[in-house]
C-alpha cells in the first residue's frame, strides 16, 4: 500500500502542471467533444509510457540520447505549429460551446492528441524516466506503477469531465478567445523551452 500511495502522489505531483496535453484535454472537456476517447486515450498513453519505465525504458534512453533528441526537435515544430492555429483562433474568434461549433472528428482529435502526448519530451521525461527511476528504489514496483498509473487516470478524468462546471464562463465568445491566446502562448513557450535546452 505504502508504495501504491508513492506511486499515485509521484504521478499526480508530476502531471498537475498544465501543459500542451492538459491543455487539449480541457478544451475538449469544455467543448464536450469525444471527452472519453480523450481521456481515456490519455491515460492508456500513460498507463504504457509508465509501465516502459519501471520495467526499464529509462535506462534505455539513457544510452540512445538521441531518441530524446528527436523527440524534442519534432515536439518543438508540432507545438509551432499547434501554438500558430490557437493564435488563429484567437485572432478569429466566434467561438462559444455551442454544440459541435469547432469541434474537429474523433479521428483528427485523437491524431492531435496523440502527438502532443508521443512527441512531447516532457512525457517521455516525467513518466519513463522520472516515475522509472523513482520505481527503482521501491521494492514493490508493481504497487507503485499502479498507484502512478491510478493518478494519471484520476487526473485526466477530472479535468476532461470537471471542466464542465466551466461552461457558463466559456459560453461567451471572448472567454474562448482569451483561452485560445493563452494555449497558444503556452505552446510557444514550451516550444522555445524545447529548442534553448538544447
Given amino acids: 500500500m505504502h508504495a501504491y500511495l508513492a506511486g499515485l502522489g509521484t504521478s499526480l505531483s508530476l502531471i498537475v502542471t498544465i501543459g500542451a496535453q492538459n491543455a487539449f484535454v480541457l478544451r475538449q472537456g469544455l467543448m464536450r467533444r469525444y471527452v472519453l476517447a480523450t481521456c481515456l486515450f490519455c491515460a492508456a498513453s500513460d498507463a504504457l509510457l509508465i509501465a516502459a519505465g519501471v520495467l526499464g525504458a529509462g535506462a534505455l534512453a539513457g544510452r540512445a540520447p538521441w531518441v530524446l533528441e528527436a523527440m524534442r526537435w519534432g515536439g518543438a515544430a508540432f507545438l509551432l505549429v499547434y501554438g500558430a492555429r490557437a493564435f488563429r483562433a484567437a485572432w478569429r474568434g466566434g467561438e462559444s460551446l455551442r454544440a459541435g461549433q469547432g469541434a474537429a472528428g474523433l479521428a483528427a482529435t485523437l491524431g492531435v492528441l496523440a502527438a502532443l502526448t508521443w512527441l512531447n519530451p516532457h ?76
Fill in 123 to 198: 512525457v517521455w521525461l516525467d513518466t519513463v524516466v522520472l516515475i522509472g527511476s523513482i520505481s527503482a528504489g521501491w521494492p514493490d514496483r508493481t504497487g507503485f506503477a499502479i498507484g502512478a498509473i491510478s493518478g494519471s487516470v484520476l487526473f485526466f478524468f477530472a479535468l476532461g469531465y470537471g471542466a464542465r462546471w466551466l461552461s457558463p464562463v466559456f459560453a461567451r465568445p471572448a472567454a474562448w478567445r482569451v483561452l485560445d491566446a493563452l494555449v497558444g502562448a503556452m505552446m510557444w513557450s514550451i516550444a522555445l523551452g524545447l529548442v534553448l535546452r538544447g
